[in-house]
């Protein structure tokens, strides 16, 4: 195990991550590096594993076998004071976004303040709304999560993520089930704020134009395993076979629907 | 038959043994908890206000038939005298526990059951657990500790409340004199019944309590129902098992008091 060095080069380091369901399979063997204060994405059709993955890096799930470093220290599943450690320095944001829908807004974000740190009220307060205030809600103080739509939900959720300072994000579909101009938003929305707070940010994600554009760099999951990793600019113009089918479906689409209009194909040949 | 009896047995026992824990973990989590006071308070306040009015509605009621039917069993032997022992008695060492504990049940630990139970399958309590938070010492500690107040108080409520309702139906409307009625209740009460009255409710009040939150945490386990549905299936499973597990104990504590 290295020592823990909270510089560490290399945020994230996953070797071999291994998880399945009922016996079959989800992940096969996942092995990442997410560079410290980069955004990293991770790119694949749904029902791949990506949230399964992330839930494994949160220690929701328990993997299978595998291993996980955060700055250069193994996360254990005995080694209960890393996983405490990880714990205070990483946030999750869910798809759901998981706000508690019997707290107002300024309750959501002071709860893991209040909960795990040792900070005063008046101090809790003044994080609380400089967040708010960051995120353009702070009129929204005394709102319950139902009273607010599905953009400002996320906003909140990322509100709460961010207010204990964090140098982890792990987003879990952070656009789905938004409309384009929200999804540009939410992505720009996590660019922005993670180059003001420096954290690193590990997105899974299926959209691939707003995470090419947001990201430092992506990786891009098939059936439990990965099956490209590098640069926005290396996505997109990999000749790997996925990489190509992945990126270029909007094409295929269109190609494939040229085909049924002409008669040469039908929709069961998809 | 043998081997789906060997699987039922497995499983109870190990149902069982998660339950302990998971009583365990929630007061082993007290200690660290914060802003606990506030929890507890608010806890309180959903066992306790909320289900005052069925408590007195049922207290009341429970009292008037007991002071109906033991006046007229009574008067056969010519002991209506007696009525203010037998609605006491009947009141303080069983009907009022039992009652009050089923009541609770009925309501608060529905909605406790319901409540942990969406959370779940929001992922709120996935948040929590991911934000380092005890999810055990924040939603499930500062309910017990609320149950060993509300529940006591709700049965000395229930035990008032009825023995009043027997000299309602007994005195005022059966003609009973009130002051033997209330004479009797008085040298019938000893403190060794209301010692087994208390025990009892504060034993309910944890198993019932614990029971609800254990099936409304666990909601995702079930193999046959998801979402919705699986909610659904924990409330009713925390009203049946709980409400069944009452009366056991209620058994197993009596005996040893008898």
Redesign the interface.
């Known amino acids: 195990m290295t020592a823990e060095t909270p510089t560490h080069p290399i945020a994230l380091h996953v070797e071999g991550l291994e998880k399945s369901f009922d016996e079959k399979p989800v992940l096969r063997g996942i092995d990442l590096e997410v560079p410290r204060g980069s955004i990293f994405s991770v790119l694949g059709p749904s029902g791949t594993g990506k949230s399964v993955f992330l839930k494994c890096v949160?220690?929701?799930l328990k993997p299978d076998a595998g291993r996980i470093h955060f700055h250069g220290r193994e996360l254990s599943s005995g080694d209960t004071a890393a996983r405490?450690e990880f714990?205070?320095r990483?946030?999750?944001l869910?798809q759901?976004n998981?706000?508690?829908?019997s707290l107002t807004v300024l309750e959501n974000v002071a709860?893991?303040l209040?909960?795990?740190t040792n900070l005063g009220k008046i101090e809790i307060q003044r994080r609380c709304r400089d967040a708010l205030r960051q995120l353009e809600m702070e009129e929204f103080l005394d709102r319950y999560p139902a009273q607010l739509s599905g953009g400002m939900q996320k906003r909140l959720a990322l509100a709460r993520a961010i207010v204990?300072r964090p140098e982890l994000v792990l987003f879990d579909e952070p656009t789905a089930g938004l409309d384009p101009l929200r999804r540009n938003a939410v992505f720009a929305m996590i660019a922005k704020y993670q180059r003001q707070f420096h954290f690193t940010a590990l997105i899974v994600t299926h959209d691939v134009p707003e995470a090419l554009a947001a990201s430092d760099q992506v990786a891009l999951l098939n059936q439990g395993r990965i099956a490209f990793v590098g640069t926005p600019a290396e996505f997109s113009i990999s000749k790997n076979p996925f990489v190509s089918l992945f990126r270029d479906s909007a094409q295929a689409l269109g190609e494939s629907l040229a085909e049924i209009r002409s008669g040469r194909s039908t929709v069961s040949n998809l | 038959m043998l081997y789906k009896l060997g699987r039922l047995s497995l499983n109870l026992v190990f149902e069982i043994g998660d339950f302990s824990l998971f009583t365990a973990r929630a007061f082993g989590s007290l200690a660290g908890s914060?802003?606990l006071l506030r929890r507890i308070a608010r806890a309180v306040h959903e066992q306790g206000t909320v289900c005052l009015p069925v408590i007195a509605i049922v207290g009341v009621f429970t009292g008037l038939v007991l002071g109906l039917q033991g006046y007229h069993v009574l008067s056969r032997f010519g002991s209506q005298g007696l009525l203010g022992t037998l609605v006491a008695l009947s009141l303080v060492r069983e009907m009022a526990p039992v009652l009050a504990a089923l009541m609770l049940i009925g309501q608060a630990g529905s909605a406790l059951a319901a409540e942990l139970g969406i959370?779940r399958n929001?992922?709120?309590i996935?948040?929590l657990?991911?934000?380092?938070?005890n999810s055990y010492g924040?939603l499930v500690a500062p309910r017990l500790v609320a149950a060993l107040i509300v529940f006591p108080i709700q049965t000395a409520l229930f035990v008032i409340l009825g023995i009043w309702g027997g000299s309602l139906s007994g005195s005022v409307l059966l003609g009973v004199d009130s002051g033997i009625y209330w004479s009797a209740v008085h040298r019938a009460v000893e403190a060794r019944d209301l010692q087994e009255c208390f025990t009892k409710a504060a034993a309910f009040g944890i198993l019932a309590i614990s029971l609800c939150a254990y099936q409304g945490f666990h909601a995702h386990r079930s193999a046959s129902a998801v979402g919705a549905r699986a909610v659904s299936a924990a409330t009713t499973r925390a009203v049946v098992i709980s409400s069944i597990v009452v009366l056991v104990a209620d058994y197993i504590i009596s005996s040893f008091f008898i």
């Open positions: 949160a220690n929701i405490d714990r205070r990483c946030s999750f869910f759901s998981a706000l508690f829908d709860l893991p209040e909960q795990t204990t | 914060k802003l959370q929001t992922e709120q996935a948040a657990e991911t934000m380092g938070v924040y």
